[in-house]
């Protein structure tokens, strides 16, 4: 480590970004790598620790409420923060002795002006190593929610939902699936290149590189240090696409000379998708409330030479926004991101999710869009969340609203499968069945105008 920066100071100052100021996890990360110019052995070292501690939290907290006789909602900001960074260190990663993450621990409290709280600290942390770092789950017989909770680290509320959406077994799987770094999948620009050329590319760089069977062009990449800085990414030969992300454009199906209208386009790779998909030929509108957004998905198309993608601003659920003449249109709209948590896991925390303001926005994008497409168009609604709430209910009220828009069966990629039962139109993607995000897909078609 570079004796130069004091990694756990800066995991600290990440931590309390994210838990008390709503900073994203990946964000702060990436911020404090850069303002700091960390090396990649200290950027694996912060990610480790910021990633773990949110990972972890709640069973952290368990475990310090059998160390110590004061309350962990009574402690300050500070002494929470440290001891939570300690207790990982001792608990799960082994590589740091004992007495470095406890003397660490200290010194920490001290730079951060947790003075009076360095002896707590130390009395705690050394008492855990000396029980040997023994604790106790609840007992899973007689409460079996706080069992999963505490031993997932996931709130009793998320881990609810589940069960009332995709039964126990299920449940207990998606909860296994959130630790640890989602992979990195990336896109290939056949408009540029082809899967093998670029697979061959990537490894000259000693890049891993995995081939994933349920799409064609889709690629897991490894070892890539800073993947800004690889040429091919720079000439635009790949962009990074999670798997189930990518499934939901296969399910759009946007063919050359379509017209596709992405109405909640950023951070558009959906669009890019559609784009080389159509052999950049047709027109693509992608929509976006905020100008930085729009900005992003007009540079990452130049990046990729995509000319048929038009990015402007436009509020998806403003009843007097209108849309091209389309026959493709994509509703990938706001959601509460339950399926991502591996990728943000801090998500998991968000006391004030706002489900109800939140599915009358989901329901609300979606039939003033859909209202503005012409017969025949078909339509995409998705989310990247596990929530029945967010997904078929919506799904059902639409269709029971709406006659005249059918459900339009789904034709899965070529190497997947059904996992749970649903109707023909829909489709969730549990993360554990493909290591994916976990996401939903719904499919529609307009078959009249009937007031």
């Known amino acids: 480590m570079n004796n130069n920066v004091n990694v756990r100071k800066i995991a600290y100052k990440v931590l309390y970004k994210v838990l008390y100021e709503g900073a994203y996890s990946s964000l702060a990360i990436n911020s404090s790598v850069h303002a700091n110019e960390l090396n990649s052995r200290d950027t694996s070292f912060l990610s480790s620790i910021v990633y773990g501690v949110l990972e972890q939290k709640l069973l952290l907290e368990h475990i ?14 500070k002494t929470y923060l440290i001891l939570l960074i300690g207790l990982y260190q001792l608990l799960f990663m082994d590589k740091i002795p004992d007495n470095a993450a406890v003397d660490e621990s200290v010194k920490l409290s001290k730079k951060v002006g947790a003075f009076k709280s360095s002896g707590f600290i130390n009395a705690i942390l050394r008492n855990v190593v000396r029980n040997d770092k023994k604790y106790s789950l609840p007992n899973k017989n007689d409460n079996f929610l706080e069992y999963l909770s505490v031993r997932y680290s996931c709130p ?36 540029k ?7 061959n590319d990537l490894k000259s760089y000693e890049i891993k590189v995995t081939e994933i069977p349920f799409l064609d062009n889709a690629l897991n990449i490894e070892n890539t ?25 296969e399910i759009l199906n946007a063919q050359s000379e379509d017209c596709v209208c992405d109405v909640c386009a950023a951070p558009g790779g959906k669009s890019l998708y559609c784009a080389i998909k159509m052999n950049n030929i047709g027109e693509i509108y992608s929509y976006d409330i905020f100008d930085h957004k729009i900005k ?36 990938d709209v706001p959601c509460s991101g339950l399926g991502i948590i591996r990728r943000k896991p801090e998500i998991r925390y968000k006391k004030d999710t706002n489900i109800d303001i939140l599915t009358k926005l989901q329901y609300s994008i979606l039939c003033e869009n859909a ?15 596990l929530n029945k709430k967010e997904n078929n ?22 190497g997947m499968e059904r996992f749970i039962y649903e109707e023909e139109n829909v489709f969730t993607i549990l993360p554990f069945r493909y290591n994916t995000d976990g996401f939903f897909v719904a499919k529609f078609k307009r078959v009249g105008f009937y007031g």
Not at 161 to 183: A, C, H, M, Q, V
Not at 193 to 199: A, F, G, M, N, Y
Not at 371 to 384: A, E, F, L, N, R
Not at 394 to 407: M, N, Q
């Open 64 to 77: 310090l409420s059998q160390y110590s006789s004061r309350k962990t909602e009574t402690l300050d900001d």
């Open 393 to 414: 209910n919506i799904v059902k009220r639409f269709l029971d609203e709406h006659k005249d828009f059918a459900p339009e069966p789904i034709v899965l990629p070529k």
């Open 371 to 385: 209202q503005k497409v012409s017969i025949g168009s078909v339509i995409v609604y998705s989310t990247c969340t």
């Open 193 to 199: 290149t082809s899967k093998e050329k670029l697979i």
């Open 225 to 249: 240090g800073s993947i800004e800085k690889i040429p091919q990414y720079k000439h635009g030969d790949f962009y990074i696409q999670d798997c189930a992300s990518q499934v939901c454009c």
């Open 296 to 331: 992003l998905i007009n540079d990452m198309a130049r990046r990729l030479g995509i000319t048929c993608i038009c990015a402007k601003i436009r509020d998806a659920s403003d009843k007097l926004e209108n849309l091209p003449e389309c026959n493709k249109l994509l509703c």
């Open 156 to 191: 009793k509320e998320i881990v609810s939902i589940w069960i009332n959406d995709y039964g126990k077994d299920n449940t207990i799987e998606i909860l296994k699936s959130l630790f640890g770094r989602p992979p990195l999948t990336i896109r290939v620009n056949t408009l």
